[in-house]
């Protein structure tokens, strides 16, 4: 079994609107809202591809009932714990005329240190039950919690055996290498934020330097490159760019690398598959969903190149 | 007692931006939250001012609950009855740089017949059990609603031997006349809206002959005119525009004729008020909100014309 945790929830809301206009009033047709996070969007995407997964994290107040009824829905199986005040959402205004949404972040509640032992707690005890082999960590961490708060549930997932992925930004990311995750998932860009560095082997030496162990980059339309702490390094992506929805891209391909981890796939295998599910995320309009038969097509085009 | 009713309550959602620029992201720093509607402002100001009210209306959902636990926390007395779906949202972007809002206006759920029986007859229990003096309906009607629904709330307020006011605007209050209504309150725009008229007298006289009784017109900065089916007619306001917000002074105005209504004052006292409360209603950042002290200074500069 997967487990994900999803610390910072979100409802994410979308308004679709002919055009935003500042300082004006929008009328508008339609809502559309949906349980997000990077975390969550892993196990649905999971939950598509037939995987057996948990999503984990916490939510609080009517927000978070609403996070819990989205996943329902969607048939996402979901052991959130209660925070308090109320979860956050993000309000995406796409416009008819022009491409790129206009977000609207909210931060989320502060978790108190009491709060978080409780979320350890729970995780530990869902981790118990449920005969996990792999954990994702995902994303960005609430308000009030120290930057090296994953490192905790590193801690947590290996005390079960199981291998633990940590998908992270900047300092988040850093803070988790201390307890030696088994691998991370930076893109290019947070890569450098975590380390300082734009050169993508100088920065997984760096991580490497702070503890990390198998290290994946995603370079975008260029691919990915997974550096393993042991044999060859693998470089793979798609013969060209596809045009779509790059949101959620990340997010499929974290949840094909817990599938390959879970499975036991070699990481040839492994990788091919992160490409493929990657980019058949990208033909999807919504982050989180994925289509079984885009990824079997896209698997047999992925070019692979052991380095 | 009175009672407000609220047939398409909202949240609303206050993001503080400094400045809202299309197609971007925006970090909230902090989010503001609060249930509205112009019924549940009249109940809110009614409250400040100590008068015994009750709101009512229909909240369905996530979000009605978070309505409803605002109210409960600023100790408005409420008896809303549950709908389907999910109540509505407003989110309000306030951009520090800039004066107005950015606002993005969800529809609210669809209200289906039985639905809307069942929010009658719950009212009609309301009205029945609370000793009610005077109804107050605010507002616009959930979709679904044909627009002469207040038409029947008239005739249950009646039934029950109220005063009944109506709020509304365009073919809803048009709706609302045929069951006759104590007293309408559009300002200029909505009666022009209402009778297709820009003149105030002529607009009074063809709400009349849709059975309107008496009526007040508020004109914003130049103050308000009541022409009461019998008696003179006032036309009353404060000597100097007042600097503030003039969200919610309509519906401190509507509070104010409501109170004056429920308590036998004259029809030139009432005014007064009306005029004082409005006023001292954009004196406050917030609809809904009021400061007794501010309508006790304005009262006493209010000027009063008998026509």
Chains 1, 2 share one sequence.
């Not at 995407?45 to 994290?57: D, F, K, S």
Request: charged share 20%; proline share 6%.
């Amino acid at each position: 079994m997967i487990v994900t945790v999803t610390a910072n929830p979100a409802l994410d809301i979308t308004y679709e609107v002919d055009e935003l206009v500042p300082h004006q009033s929008h009328r508008i047709a339609a809502v559309r809202q949906r349980a997000g996070g990077k975390g969550v969007n892993v196990a649905s995407v999971l939950t598509r591809m037939g995987r057996p997964v948990i999503a984990t994290g916490i939510v609080a107040g009517a927000v978070g009932d609403e996070i819990r009824a989205d996943l329902e829905a969607r048939g996402v199986a979901a052991r959130f714990v209660d925070g308090v005040s109320s979860s956050r959402r993000t309000v995406n205004v796409v416009s008819a005329v022009h491409g790129d949404a206009t977000i609207f972040n909210e931060p989320g509640p502060e978790l108190t240190r009491p709060g978080w032992e409780s979320f350890v707690a729970g995780l530990d005890s869902v981790l118990a039950e449920v005969a996990v082999t792999v954990v994702v960590l995902s994303g960005s961490l609430p308000p009030g919690l120290p930057d090296d708060a994953y490192a905790e549930l590193v801690d947590v997932g290996h005390a079960h055996e199981a291998r633990v992925v940590v998908d992270a930004d900047g300092a988040v990311l850093r803070g988790a290498l201390r307890s030696g995750p088994d691998l991370v998932t930076p893109n290019r860009a947070e890569l450098a934020r975590a380390t300082g560095t734009r050169d993508v082997a100088a920065g997984v030496t760096a991580l490497r330097d702070l503890g990390a162990r198998d290290v994946l980059v995603s370079c975008g339309a260029d691919g990915l490159v997974l550096m393993p702490e042991q044999g060859p390094a693998w470089h793979a992506r798609v013969p060209a760019a596809l045009a779509g929805n790059p949101t959620g891209a990340g997010d499929a391909l974290v949840a094909a690398l817990a599938a390959g981890l879970a499975s036991g796939s070699t990481w040839r295998r492994t990788v091919q598959d992160a490409v493929a599910w990657s980019a058949a995320a990208v033909l999807q309009p919504i982050a989180g969903e994925i289509d079984p038969d885009d990824v079997a097509r896209l698997a047999s085009q992925v070019l692979m190149e052991a380095r």
